[in-house]
């Protein structure tokens, strides 16, 4: 029988899991496969069919949304009564994501910045954590502010998205840009906003849904995955911009969040996944830097591609130890609070 749990919570099973595998997503669409390449290069038919499957498994920017997602339940779940301490609470978000950030900046300097590849998300993210308290004040319900910020999406993505319109109705090359952070880094924030506050939805909601199936997760998953094939197919071969599907497909993304949460409230996720989710930052914002620099030490062949994403994870966990962990350790320290090893 299903119950509604009520019962506030420090933190969520599942969640490190989730963000574990959303940044292998990101990492495996930004790397180069060399036996997709293979294979769709392939003069045969079937195996350049095959190539071109194989190359729209993987969605970064689906896999950024979910991250959206899960940072505004994470960030609203706590702070649902309201912030006590404002500058406790800017102080401990932006230290944490700014110190490994800025050294990845610097280190990216000599090598033309690959990091670009994911600093449009963090900015958005930094812009969601200032925003958040100012958005908490406004009287209205938050259904009503995620409708809204739906609303001031869709005009905005209709004055600046007019080339991806046009080459979606002509489908034809019109300007076609086809990305979701195409608006520049002051506005790409605005067009994430409704997705991240979908995961605030979430949050002042969660203790009153009841628990879900384990085939309600399953279908939900299966879903999302191919849902997620389909709109990278769509992106490269009709012109279906992510800047026109992708918030549609974050409605989506949130039932399947909702559902893994829901499901994971009363049981143990993977303890493994658990514990590789706490240096999921790390390992989504240096492996754009990785890939390039073992590029001049590995040749991109079959053979060593699973060398390239196995030292991707070591360095990226090396990178969390040595510099992610500790500024963690600095942010409770200089808001001199005690947080429990577990928090969301």
């Given at each position: 029988?299903?119950?509604?749990?009520?019962?506030?919570?420090?933190?969520?099973?599942?969640?490190?899991?989730?963000?574990?595998?959303l940044?292998?997503?990101?990492?495996?669409?930004?790397?180069?496969?060399?036996?997709?390449?293979?294979?769709?290069?392939?003069?045969?038919?079937?195996?350049?069919?095959?190539?071109?499957?194989?190359?729209?498994?993987?969605?970064?920017?689906?896999?950024?949304?979910?991250?959206?997602?899960?940072?505004?339940?994470?960030?609203?779940?706590?702070?649902?009564?309201?912030?006590?301490?404002?500058?406790?609470?800017?102080?401990?978000?932006?230290?944490?994501?700014?110190?490994?950030?800025?050294?990845?900046?610097?280190?990216?300097?000599?090598?033309?910045?690959?990091?670009?590849?994911?600093?449009?998300?963090?900015?958005?993210?930094?812009?969601?954590?200032?925003?958040?308290p100012?958005?908490?004040?406004?009287?209205?319900?938050?259904?009503?502010?995620?409708?809204?910020?739906?609303?001031?999406?869709?005009?905005?993505?209709?004055?600046?998205?007019?080339?991806?319109?046009?080459?979606?109705?002509?489908?034809?090359?019109?300007?076609?840009?086809?990305?979701?952070?195409?608006?520049?880094?002051?506005?790409?924030?605005?067009?994430?906003?409704?997705?991240w506050?979908?995961?605030?939805?979430?949050?002042?909601?969660?203790?009153?849904?009841?628990?879900?199936?384990?085939?309600?997760?399953?279908?939900?998953r299966?879903?999302?995955?191919?849902?997620?094939?389909?709109?990278?197919?769509?992106?490269?071969?009709?012109?279906?911009?992510?800047?026109?599907?992708?918030?549609?497909?974050?409605?989506?993304?949130?039932?399947?969040?909702?559902?893994?949460?829901?499901?994971?409230?009363?049981?143990?996720?993977?303890?493994?996944?658990?514990?590789?989710?706490?240096?999921?930052?790390?390992?989504?914002?240096?492996?754009?830097?990785?890939?390039?620099?073992?590029?001049f030490?590995l040749?991109?062949?079959?053979?060593n591609?699973?060398?390239?994403?196995?030292?991707?994870?070591?360095?990226?966990?090396g990178?969390?130890?040595?510099?992610?962990?500790?500024?963690?350790?600095?942010?409770?320290?200089?808001?001199?609070?005690?947080?429990?090893?577990?928090?969301?």
């Amino acid at each position: 029988m299903n119950t509604i749990n009520t019962t506030s919570k420090k933190w969520f099973e599942g969640i490190n899991s989730i963000r574990f595998i959303l940044a292998v997503i990101v990492i495996l669409s930004h790397f180069d496969d060399p036996f997709i390449a293979e294979l769709k290069n392939s003069s045969l038919p079937i195996y350049h069919t095959a190539g071109v499957l194989l190359a729209n498994l993987f969605d970064g920017t689906a896999a950024v949304l979910a991250f959206f997602i899960i940072s505004g339940f994470v960030i609203h779940y706590p702070n649902k009564n309201g912030i006590k301490d404002l500058k406790r609470f800017w102080t401990r978000r932006l230290i944490r994501i700014f110190i490994p950030l800025i050294i990845i900046f610097f280190i990216g300097i000599k090598f033309g910045h690959p990091e670009k590849a994911v600093v449009w998300s963090l900015i958005c993210e930094l812009a969601y954590y200032i925003i958040y308290p100012f958005i908490a004040a406004v009287p209205i319900k938050w259904l009503g502010k995620v409708v809204i910020a739906f609303i001031i999406t869709f005009v905005l993505i209709l004055i600046k998205g007019q080339n991806d319109i046009l080459s979606l109705l002509k489908q034809s090359n019109l300007g076609y840009h086809s990305y979701y952070w195409q608006t520049g880094p002051f506005l790409t924030w605005v067009i994430g906003l409704p997705v991240w506050l979908m995961g605030v939805l979430l949050a002042e909601n969660i203790d009153k849904l009841r628990n879900t199936t384990f085939n309600k997760l399953l279908f939900l998953r299966i879903s999302v995955f191919i849902y997620s094939c389909v709109l990278t197919y769509g992106r490269s071969k009709l012109y279906i911009s992510y800047l026109l599907s992708m918030n549609f497909f974050a409605i989506w993304i949130y039932l399947w969040i909702q559902a893994e949460i829901v499901y994971f409230r009363n049981r143990k996720a993977s303890a493994l996944l658990e514990k590789a989710g706490k240096f999921s930052y790390s390992l989504y914002l240096c492996h754009p830097l990785l890939y390039l620099l073992l590029s001049f030490w590995l040749n991109k062949t079959e053979a060593n591609y699973p060398i390239f994403i196995l030292l991707t994870f070591i360095l990226s966990y090396g990178y969390y130890l040595a510099i992610e962990k500790p500024s963690h350790l600095l942010a409770e320290r200089l808001t001199k609070h005690n947080y429990p090893k577990n928090r969301i």
